[in-house]
Each structure stands twice: as structure tokens, then as C-alpha cells.
């Protein structure tokens, strides 16, 4: 993949990803988010443009989000993270796993110190909302692409 293609298409996902987190404001902060843009995790499977794509516009996000510096740093590191592993998984069906583990696990944490929650409850919490988007919207979205990528990627 040549540079101008690689950095059009993390443009592209970064923008989409804050349009998205943003837009739907709501849903996307909080102990029990669930973050449409988190379906867009499975794209590292398909391009390594995604992974500082993702990364950008989880930070974009999080600078409007309300919980500060915290998930600022902690947010997107949690993001880069799982776009980092899931880029490198072989088997579709895994591809939306280190999303939900790394948020539930990251934004869990983070959560019980800025929101004063038990642990497990914030824990818990982010994990079935990244289960949501990870897997109910974005396994289908990667099924979808994958049938597509000669057209897309």
C-alpha cells in the first residue's frame, strides 16, 4: 500500500470513528456505553491504515468526551491496543475480542477511580456495551468488507 493511500484511509476511519462517537454523544460516554464507532475495530483484520486511523479518532473523541485527560490518554491507548491485536489475528470470528477485553478491562478501571463505582460492576458494564458493538455490529461489518475489500481496500 503506498503512503497516500495509507494515510487517505486512516484520515478516513478517524473521522468517521469521532463523527460517530460524537454524533451519538449519549450512547458513546458513561458506565454503560455503547459505542456505535466500536464496530469499526474490526478493520485492522483488513488494513493496517486502521490501527492509527482508530487511534485518532479515539483521541478526537475522547477531547470531547467528559471525562478529561484520563480517557483522553487512557481511551485511546485502550483503542490502540486493540487495534494493534486485532490487526494481527487470523480467525475472523476473534477479530472483535481485544476491543471488548482492553475496553472492558481499561475503561473499567478507569471508570472505578473517575466514577467512585465498584470495580467488577464498571468492569462488566463496558464490557457488554464493547460486546454490542464489537460483535453485534462489527462481526457483521466484517463479513460485509470481506466480501467488498477488492472494492474498498
Known amino acids: 500500500m503506498n503512503k497516500t493511500r495509507f494515510m487517505t484511509q486512516a484520515a478516513i476511519i478517524a473521522s468517521i470513528y469521532a463523527a460517530l462517537t460524537i454524533a451519538l454523544m449519549p450512547y458513546s460516554y458513561g458506565i454503560m456505553q455503547v459505542r456505535i464507532s466500536e464496530a469499526l475495530t474490526i478493520l485492522p483484520f483488513l488494513t493496517p491504515a486502521a490501527i492509527p486511523g482508530l487511534f485518532i479518532g479515539c483521541?478526537?473523541?475522547?477531547?470531547?468526551?467528559?471525562?478529561?485527560?484520563w480517557d483522553i490518554v487512557l481511551g485511546s491507548s485502550a483503542t490502540l491496543i486493540a487495534a494493534f491485536l486485532s490487526s494481527k489475528i487470523k480467525k475472523k470470528i476473534w477479530v472483535p475480542l481485544p476491543p471488548v477485553i482492553s475496553n472492558a478491562l481499561i475503561i473499567g478501571v478507569m471508570l472505578h477511580y473517575v466514577l467512585e463505582l465498584p470495580l467488577l460492576y464498571c468492569i462488566g458494564w463496558v464490557g457488554l456495551g464493547q460486546l454490542i458493538a464489537c460483535y453485534g455490529l462489527g462481526y457483521p461489518l466484517l463479513r460485509y468488507l470481506e466480501k467488498i475489500k477488492h472494492k474498498v481496500f
Open 59 to 69: 483521541i478526537v473523541a475522547n477531547i470531547v468526551g467528559g471525562y478529561g485527560i
